[in-house]
T-cell receptor, first 114, second 112 residues
Framework: DVKVTQSSRYLVKRTGEKVFLECVQDMDHENMFWYRQDPGLGLRLIYFSYDVKMKEKGDIPEGYSVSREKKERFSLILESASTNQTSMYLC?????????????FGPGTRLTVT | AQTVTQSQPEMSVQEAETVTLSCTYDTSESDYYLFWYKQPPSRQMILVIRQEAYKQQNATENRFSVNFQKAAKSFSLKISDSQLGDAAMYFCAYRSARYMRFGAGTRLTVKP
């Protein structure tokens, strides 16, 4: 079974803090993704990575950056957290980038910025 | 840009009955995949069913089936013999060559 794990289920940070969200997958997947999930908006793609050290912007990259130094690990970074970044963050991975490849999701990190 | 619309924020079904969740999408592409994902309360999102756009035959996975109408850009999910464990948020998703777009979700309640 594919396992995608995220470092925290719940996180509370203060405005202006630098926040790191970590994601690890154990199935040697090439592609990894970061989404944020908000009520009424579904999932929106922040960034994705198709290889180590490679990244591409998704639909809402502003205020975020990512890092992928190792194939199994994909980090989302909030350089200076703001209250409008309070959300559920989901990490996902897929074997390859083709359309038919299923994405496997982590359990999510619920981030609150106060 | 592709958009995915789920017009039913909430749905309710009696246990053992059948329910249909709606999804429409907008695209100018011809080659894509469509997915339904299930997110149970406080649990990981999992794939329910997928449909390849070039296949006319509707996908089926046990009690889950889709009604794919390519010309109408419609992709509904039918759940037969609903069970309590089917209660979840359901997301419709469209995937093209680069990445995936999701609908806003439908919260399904199953009444015993």
């Amino acid at each position: 079974d594919v396992k995608v794990t995220q470092s925290s289920r719940y996180l509370v940070k203060r405005t202006g803090e630098k926040v790191f969200l970590e994601c690890v997958q154990d199935m040697d997947h090439e592609n990894m993704f970061w989404y944020r999930q908000d009520p009424g908006l579904g999932l929106r793609l922040i960034y994705f990575s198709y290889d180590v050290k490679m990244k591409e912007k998704g639909d809402i990259p502003e205020g975020y950056s990512v890092s992928r130094e190792k194939k199994e690990r994909f980090s989302l970074i909030l350089e200076s957290a703001s209250t409008n970044q309070t959300s559920m963050y989901l990490c996902a991975s897929s074997l390859y980038g083709g359309q038919d490849y299923e994405q496997y999701f982590g359990p999510g990190t619920r981030l609150t910025v106060t | 840009a592709q958009t995915v619309t789920q017009s039913q924020p909430e749905m309710s079904v009696q246990e053992a009955e059948t329910v249909t969740l709606s999804c429409t999408y907008d695209t100018s592409e011809s080659d894509y995949y469509l997915f339904w994902y299930k997110q149970p309360p406080s649990r990981q999102m999992i794939l329910v069913i997928r449909q390849e756009a070039y296949k006319q035959q509707n996908a089926t996975e046990n009690r889950f089936s889709v009604n794919f109408q390519k010309a109408a850009k419609s992709f509904s999910l039918k759940i037969s013999d609903s069970q309590l464990g089917d209660a979840a948020m359901y997301f419709c998703a469209y995937r093209s060559a680069r990445y995936m777009r999701f609908g806003a979700g439908t919260r399904l309640t199953v009444k015993p």
